[in-house]
């Protein structure tokens, strides 16, 4: 008979938050790859006046003028799902842990599927401990960007905190197959640790 080890949640270990940036930016998300060259000068010329782009180009340098720069965007009807998230994650990093779920809803209210705003939102119930809504947002993270490995990662740490080994080990092996981070040792530990305890 194995040795069951007892893995205890380490929430410091979670990936953080996702902000979103310019190459996200489009109707539709996707970036024109056949734009004219006169359409893209008059990008350039609407990015250096984008409130967003500004935001984006001050932010976690200078929160207070970021902050500033997305309400305006949000105003201005500029990405604002997106000015949404990012103000999400500035409330975050501030402790102001209500302000930052409200931010990341209105980003969902804007946009319900929007990829960030979902997974930034489940980090917040995974630090909160709520790990039900938690494993639902990760989850619908997944629905839009399958291709997004520390959703993989955060996930299958939810899943320990609910007692779904299997499915836990499962998500760290995929996000082991698409990963390319420095996370991977953690998660090869935390995957042997998880194995060893289900024999």
Do not use: W
Request: proline share 3%; charged share 30%; hydrophobic share 35%.
């Amino acid at each position: 008979m194995a040795k069951v080890v007892q893995y205890k949640p380490d929430p410091s270990r979670k990936l953080g938050f996702r902000k979103v940036g310019k190459d996200r930016r489009g109707p539709d998300g996707q970036l024109d790859l056949f734009a004219q060259k006169g359409e893209l000068e008059e990008r350039k010329l609407i990015r250096y006046i984008d409130p967003f782009e500004k935001g984006l180009s001050v932010d976690g340098r200078n929160d207070e003028v970021a902050e500033k720069l997305y309400l305006e965007a949000i105003e201005q009807g500029i990405s604002v799902a997106d000015a949404y998230c990012n103000l999400g994650i500035i409330y975050a990093r501030k402790g102001l842990t209500t302000k930052a779920i409200n931010h990341f809803t209105n980003a969902l209210k804007e946009d319900p599927r929007h990829t960030e705003g979902h997974y930034n939102l489940a980090n917040m119930y995974y630090d909160a401990g709520n790990y039900s809504l938690a494993e639902m947002h990760y989850q619908l993270a997944l629905e839009m960007d399958g291709g997004f490995s520390e959703i993989y990662f955060n996930l299958a740490l939810t899943l320990v905190c609910l007692d779904h080994k299997t499915a836990a080990i499962k998500n760290l092996q995929r996000y082991l197959e698409i990963a390319e981070d420095e996370q991977k040792p953690q998660a090869v530990h935390l995957l042997n640790m998880l194995e060893l305890s289900s024999e």
